[in-house]
T-cell receptor, first 111, second 109 residues
Framework: NAGVTQTPKFQVLKTGQSMTLQCAQD?????MSWYRQDPGMGLRLIHY???????DQGEVPNGYNVSRSTTEDFPLRLLSAAPSQTSVYFC??????????FGQGTRLTVV | ELKVEQNPLFLSMQEGKNYTIYCNYSTTSDRLYWYRQDPGKSLESLFVLLSNGAVKQEGRLMASLDTKARLSTLHITAAVHDLSATYFCAAYNNNDMRFGAGTRLTVKP
């Protein structure tokens, strides 16, 4: 049982580049979400999805897009990377509003 | 807007001592979560508290929830070095999970 799988684990981007962070879960969870973690600020919700075809914005959605074409996958797209997007990104999934299972994280640096 | 405040942000404890981490949230929350994070690692779920007065215990950790006071506590009993980590609380309302800034706990021998 793989749980929540995120790729890549590390990424360096130049300002203005775009990329997609991948997230997949094999637990048939309805709810998936993306967070960013910055020092001293805990985790902040970027976007979330309550099921295939349904997405919504969280606390800090600007500069990010998501889609949910299948139950398993929830990719996060950075449209035009900025240094302010340097962070550690976590994908999470859960069944209803029960405990969330987190991926291992993606450490992104934008130079 | 749902906001979550934890205190203290940093906690240095001696082994064998007891301490409590506090988590306050600003508006009605359906449930309250506690997570643990080791350095460079992901988050691990510790507790989910669903109702007023809920108390859950696992080993040396005990979490409680007072929805009227909008307060949850994580109590550490007889701390051991293995408990050194960062602990986060998170409040949930209408598909939005908001995290506190975390409490970095260091247990010293």
């Amino acid at each position: 049982n793989a749980g929540v799988t995120q790729t890549p684990k590390f990424q360096v981007l130049k300002t203005g580049q775009s990329m997609t962070l991948q997230c997949a879960q094999d637990m048939n969870h309805e709810y998936m979400s993306w967070y960013r973690q910055d020092p001293g600020m805990g985790l902040r919700l970027i976007h979330y999805s309550v099921g295939a075809g349904i997405t919504d914005q969280g606390e800090v959605p600007n500069g990010y897009n998501v889609s949910r074409s299948t139950t398993e996958d929830f990719p996060l797209r950075l449209l035009s990377a900025a240094p302010s997007q340097t962070s550690v990104y976590f994908c999470a999934s859960s069944y209803s509003a029960r405990e969330a299972f987190f991926g291992q994280g993606t450490r992104l640096t934008v130079v | 807007e749902l906001k979550v405040e934890q205190n203290p942000l940093f906690l240095s404890m001696q082994e064998g001592k007891n301490y409590t981490i506090y988590c306050n949230y600003s508006t009605t929350s359906d449930r309250l979560y506690w997570y643990r994070q080791d350095p460079g690692k992901s988050l691990e779920s510790l507790f989910v508290l669903l109702s007023n007065g809920a108390v859950k215990q696992e080993g040396r950790l005990m979490a409680s929830l007072d929805t009227k006071a909008r307060l949850s506590t994580l109590h550490i009993t007889a701390a051991v070095h293995d408990l050194s980590a960062t602990y986060f609380c998170a409040a949930y309302n209408n598909n939005d999970m908001r995290f506190g800034a975390g409490t970095r706990l260091t247990v010293k021998p």
